[in-house]
């Protein structure tokens, strides 16, 4: 079963505006990864959060963990139609360092 | 060409014929991995491997066989396909002490 849930399963916005996603996860974690998926091809690493950090950034990238809600958001600003994907967490917790995927979050960025 | 790839892309097979999934890095990765992809369940581990000759289960291992003979290539057989089994497999690598995959392009498999 997964452990990372990713929120909205769907988000459609226009090109320049911001894209937040969510994932909430059931136990404690080592750490949470952000990976985007592009039609037809192959999950690439966006970022990686450590349960001991609060926020990272990576260009347009922000991801923020709060893990006294078992929560992490990614945020991309000024959002492109090249940014249209489907985005998915990965936590990895307890004894074991395999990541989790969730289901992910489709976005669409209209140009 | 360096980085991590699959053959086939596609594979269409009947139901209960023997299919194997081929899978090569060429960073000398330690750890590989197998995972399918299906709508409403998004990606799930089948196999993983630490190293040649190192392999265990994932969350959906039955119905699968995997091998790591050497270091670079992780093949993922099929001994008997089922029509459940129709989806899109994707092969990823991470060294030992890194957390970041690396996936490759994916096979997407039809058994009819």
């Known amino acids: 079963s997964q452990q990372g849930e990713e929120d909205p399963q769907a988000l459609s916005i226009q090109e320049g505006e911001n894209a937040t996603m969510n994932c909430s996860y059931k136990?404690?974690?080592?750490?949470l990864q952000w990976y985007r998926q592009n039609s037809g091809r192959g999950l690439v690493h966006l970022i990686l959060i450590r349960s001991n950090e609060r926020e990272k950034h990576s260009g347009r990238l922000r991801v923020t963990l709060d893990t006294s809600k078992k929560s992490s958001s990614l945020l991309i600003t000024a959002s492109r139609a090249a940014d249209t994907a489907s985005y998915f967490c990965?936590?990895?917790?307890?004894?074991?360092?395999?990541?989790?995927f969730g289901r992910g979050t489709s976005l669409i960025v209209h140009p | 060409d360096a980085g991590i790839t699959q053959s086939p892309r596609y594979k269409i097979t009947e139901t209960g014929r023997q299919v194997t999934l081929m899978c090569h890095q060429t960073?000398?990765?330690?750890?590989m991995f197998w995972y399918r992809q299906d709508l409403g369940h998004g990606l799930r581990l089948i196999y993983y491997?630490?190293?040649?000759?190192?392999?265990d289960k994932g969350e959906v291992p039955d119905g699968y066989v995997v091998s790591r003979s050497k270091t670079e290539n992780f093949p993922l057989t099929l001994e008997s396909a089922t029509r459940s089994q129709t989806s899109v497999y994707f092969c990823a690598s991470n060294n030992r002490g890194a957390y970041e995959q690396y996936f490759g392009p994916g096979t997407r498999l039809t058994v009819t």
């Open positions: 491997s630490a190293a040649a000759d190192i392999t």
């Open positions: 136990t404690s974690i080592n750490n």
């Open positions: 990965a936590t990895d917790g307890g004894g074991s360092y395999i990541p989790t």
């Open positions: 960073w000398s990765h330690s750890y």
